[in-house]
């Protein structure tokens, strides 16, 4: 995915309110935009950081810019939370996760559950059916490891309680991990700042619900998926 129109360079004042970013542009103009990412961006928030904003001509919007990329690390990370379904579904169709391509229709935010909606559904007459769960990961806090999560996430663990449920109704449920930076060999589950999500994912893998992790290309001119990277975590099944 090429960013059109280029991606306009800045200077990270401030993340505050957790919708908005002050930047001071190239040209020496300090501006508001909006942050797409509602999360706690551990380790992407310093000022003085090179970051990367998307521009926004005309419409409705109050910010005309959007936070993109951050440099955190020596590295290019996305933290636009409206990414990962795409790319993931990008990546489903060039067949970088095992047979998920082959699956003969494919929709977006289909209700399910208790309340909630998956982000891929898809199905085939002979296949049945594999709900995809995407969860966006940018926290690396040792080199070339990345985790998730960076925060307490109960809306995370509810979905991995709900993916179980589908994989003992019958159908595949898969959880895709898509990491926002090139600076990654491998994705573990963060147990020590959010247990209760480990224990969820735990208890999910056991009940048959399958993970995979995709580490992202990254350039200020494009973000696309590029391999899937290890789970590091004891009875993940690999997805096939």
Do not use: W
Not at 85 to 106: H, K, P, Q
Not at 159 to 167: F, I, K, P, S
């Amino acid at each position: 995915m090429k960013f059109d129109p280029p991606l306009v360079p800045a200077t990270l004042v401030r993340r505050y309110k957790r919708f908005l970013v002050d930047v001071e542009l190239d040209s020496g103009e300090m501006i508001t935009g909006s942050c797409p990412n509602t999360g706690s961006m551990l380790g992407l928030t310093a000022p003085g950081s090179r970051c990367y904003l998307t521009e926004h001509a005309g419409g409705t919007r109050k910010f005309r810019h959007a936070l993109e990329l951050v440099e955190a690390d020596g590295t290019l990370v996305g933290i636009n939370t409206a990414r990962p379904n795409r790319l993931v579904e990008e990546a489903i169709e060039a067949g970088m996760i095992g047979s998920l391509g082959l699956y003969a229709e494919r929709r977006r935010e289909q209700k399910y559950g208790l309340n909630s909606r998956i982000d891929i559904l898809l199905s085939d007459p002979e296949r049945g059916r594999a709900y995809v769960e995407v969860k966006n990961v940018h926290f690396c806090r040792t080199p070339r490891l990345a985790e998730f999560p960076d925060s307490v996430t109960l809306r995370g663990a509810k979905h991995l309680e709900e993916l179980g449920d589908m994989v003992e109704a019958g159908h595949r449920a898969i959880m895709v991990y898509l990491i926002q930076r090139d600076d990654i060999d491998r994705l573990r589950i963060c147990h020590d700042l959010d247990p209760g999500y480990a224990a969820a994912f735990r208890r999910a893998m056991k009940r048959g619900v399958e993970a995979c992790a995709i580490r992202c290309k990254i350039t200020s001119e494009e973000l696309c998926a590029e391999s899937l990277v290890p789970v590091e975590e004891p009875d993940v099944n690999s997805v096939s």
